[in-house]
């Protein structure tokens, strides 16, 4: 097998790794009451956090979950397209990949908030698919800055 044959394999199975990991995050295991039963305790514990405040917090560390979740993703679309779609050149960065890496994390951010309107203990929502995307849009644009902020110190060397 080739390297290039080799690398978009390994892009492919991180990526399907961490699809899976989102798959397993849409179940019922991932539902709020699920999730409070977890984090309460130590916040508590720790911060002496009450219910009123936990609730807040709670709401705002599953938020940050999905932007997290969804901006890993888009990264690793993207590097998965860039392996598979190799251009003659080395470039390290182009519209193409970053529009697929969109694409696939809407459509996944999508599938899954589907997925969890099935289930009776999660609710799907338009919102977490606009904060998905949106999660996967940044990481493309700090992914572009920092290839561009990368070959312009390359180029004054």
Known sequence: MSTDRHNALKA?????????????????????????????????????????????????????????????LSLLLFRAWRETLRLPGGA??????????????????????????FNPLRTGSVRDVILDTCAGITVQILLFLWVTLRKSRGSRN
């Open 12 to 72: 492919w199975i991180a990526t399907i790794l961490w699809l899976i990991v989102i798959g397993i995050e849409s179940s019922s295991l991932g539902a709020a009451s699920n999730t409070a039963r977890f984090l309460y305790p130590p916040l508590h514990f720790l911060f002496g956090i009450d219910l009123f405040r936990f609730e807040r917090v709670h709401f705002f560390i599953r938020k940050g979950g999905h932007v997290f979740g969804y901006g890993l």
């Open 92 to 117: 390290n960065w182009t519209l193409r990949w970053a529009n697929l890496a969109v694409l696939g994390t809407m459509l996944v951010a999508s599938l899954d908030e589907y997925h969890q309107s």
